[in-house]
């Protein structure tokens, strides 16, 4: 029995020993287990912070996106508006370029006119001279007294006169349209 009873105690011994070392075990294990959960919430708390940092950026990210999008468009259309402007513009610079250049064939055409009228001008003038002769004074026409060619009563320096006068009027409607075109 004592054999017995010597072996219970040490397999008691033992078995506390090993219940001992176990406990210890278990403890240490226990230890690491929280160490893992304390990093496992850390790391979950950071990427979280993280994920959150992610979506912000994103939501400003896109605000900015749909900004540049709309300035985009509002450009297109700007620049849509500006090339119809300046199709516009050069249709009227072509319009007024071709008004222009009419203007200037009747500039030209009302220039030789005058020409032509200062050329019968001078020519009545001279025939009026011819006419009245080489006389230093005065002469007064009496249409009752004098006709002109197939009997038609006329005063050359009236005539010339009208003439004159239409012409320059011509001249300057036409100095005044050519002109205006100009500034339109």
Same mark, same amino acid.
């Given at each position: 029995?004592?054999?017995?009873?010597?072996?219970?105690?040490?397999?008691?011994? $033992? #078995?506390?020993?090993?219940?001992?070392?176990?406990?210890?075990?278990?403890?240490?294990?226990?230890?690491?287990?929280?160490?893992?959960?304390?990093?496992?919430?850390?790391? &979950? $708390? $950071?990427? #979280?912070?993280?994920? %959150?940092?992610?979506?912000?950026?994103?939501?400003?990210?896109?605000?900015?996106?749909?900004? *540049?999008? %709309?300035?985009?468009?509002? #450009?297109?259309?700007?620049?849509?508006? $500006?090339?119809?402007?300046? %199709?516009?513009?050069?249709?009227?610079?072509?319009?007024?370029?071709?008004?222009?250049?009419?203007?200037?064939?009747? *500039?030209?055409?009302?220039?030789? &006119?005058?020409?032509?009228?200062?050329?019968?001008?001078?020519?009545?003038?001279?025939?009026?001279?011819?006419?009245?002769? /080489? !006389?230093?004074?005065?002469? !007064?026409?009496? /249409? %009752?007294? &004098?006709?002109?060619?197939?009997?038609?009563?006329?005063?050359?320096? +009236?005539?010339? +006169?009208?003439?004159? #006068? !239409?012409?320059?009027?011509?001249?300057?409607?036409?100095?005044?349209?050519?002109?205006?075109?100009?500034?339109?």
């Amino acid at each position: 029995m004592e054999r017995e009873t010597e072996e219970n105690k040490q397999l008691r011994l $033992e #078995s506390e020993n090993r219940i001992h070392d176990l406990k210890q075990r278990l403890s240490a294990i226990e230890g690491r287990a929280d160490n893992i959960i304390s990093e496992k919430t850390k790391v &979950e $708390e $950071e990427a #979280s912070a993280r994920i %959150s940092e992610m979506d912000k950026e994103n939501l400003r990210l896109k605000k900015e996106i749909n900004r *540049l999008e %709309s300035e985009f468009e509002k #450009s297109n259309l700007e620049k849509k508006e $500006e090339q119809k402007k300046r %199709s516009d513009l050069q249709k009227a610079v072509k319009n007024s370029e071709e008004k222009v250049k009419e203007l200037e064939v009747k *500039l030209n055409q009302l220039q030789i &006119e005058v020409e032509e009228s200062e050329r019968t001008i001078r020519g009545l003038k001279e025939k009026t001279r011819d006419c009245n002769g /080489p !006389t230093t004074k005065k002469r !007064t026409i009496d /249409p %009752s007294e &004098e006709q002109g060619l197939m009997g038609l009563k006329m005063q050359w320096p +009236a005539a010339a +006169a009208v003439v004159a #006068s !239409t012409g320059t009027i011509a001249a300057a409607a036409v100095a005044v349209y050519f002109s205006y075109g100009r500034r339109r």
